[in-house]
T-cell receptor, first 114, second 114 residues
Framework: NAGVMQNPRHLVRRRGQEARLRCSPM?????VYWYRQLPEEGLKFMVY????????ESGMPKERFSAEFPKEGPSILRIQQVVRGDSAAYFC????????????FGSGTRLTVV | EDQVTQSPEALRLQEGESSSLNCSYT??????LFWYRQDPGKGPEFLFT???AGEEKEKERLKATLTKKESFLHITAPKPEDSATYLC???????????????FGKGTKLSVKP
């Protein structure tokens, strides 16, 4: 069981470029969550997805950010026209239907915008 | 507004010196309180979920307890390998049925010296 797989581990983008972060959930998990961790800040919820559906995107910035979890393939968090303030660690977590056994987190993607 | 406050921000212990970490929370109806451990450069690792006041859970040298306003993570006779940041998170009841929105504290960074 490989757990939650995120790639890339590190991503450097210039201001104005697009960043694509990928997350493959743990085997048997169909619920995916994205969180952002800014330096010296706690983890902040961004979006919760199930296959082909966005369930809760209340933590997503209204502009430039989007997320999807297609029927086939990993979940993608997409950031368009990145700015320096987007530099952070982005974590993906997955759970089973109930979420009662905790959410399993991946190792994160560290995005640096230069 | 739902929020989580963890104290202390940092804690230094000698090996074998027991102590407790505090997590105070405000939430309009608690669905669950989660404890995670995070090592540098890694994602949070699930430790415990607590659901109701009075509940306790144990795992090796760790014991988590819950009251109506706070949770404690007790560490008995810690070892250097227990050094990490410990994160507390709450999940409220009124998120439109969404189970995804965990509110995290900023964590307590624990260092255990041999």
């Amino acid at each position: 069981n490989a757990g939650v797989m995120q790639n890339p581990r590190h991503l450097v983008r210039r201001r104005g470029q697009e960043a694509r972060l990928r997350c493959s959930p743990m085997k048997g998990h169909s619920h995916v969550y994205w969180y952002r961790q800014l330096p010296e800040e706690g983890l902040k919820f961004m979006v919760y997805l199930q296959k082909e559906n966005i369930i809760d995107e209340s933590g997503m910035p209204k502009e430039r950010f989007s997320a999807e979890f297609p029927k086939e393939g990993p979940s993608i968090l997409r950031i368009q026209q990145v700015v320096r303030g987007d530099s952070a660690a982005y974590f993906c977590a997955s759970s089973d239907r109930t979420g009662n056994y905790g959410y399993t987190f991946g190792s994160g993607t560290r995005l640096t915008v230069v | 507004e739902d929020q989580v406050t963890q104290s202390p921000e940092a804690l230094r212990l000698q090996e074998g010196e027991s102590s407790s970490l505090n997590c105070s929370y405000t939430v309009s109806g608690l669905r669950g309180l989660f404890w995670y451990r995070q090592d540098p450069g890694k994602g949070p690792e699930f430790l415990f979920t607590l659901y109701s006041a009075g509940e306790e859970k144990e795992k090796e040298r760790l014991k988590a307890t819950l009251t109506k306003k706070e949770s404690f993570l007790h560490i008995t006779a810690p070892k250097p390998e227990d050094s990490a940041t410990y994160l507390c998170a709450v999940q409220g009841l009124n998120y439109g049925g969404s189970q995804g929105n965990l509110i995290f504290g900023k964590g307590t960074k624990l260092s255990v010296k041999p």
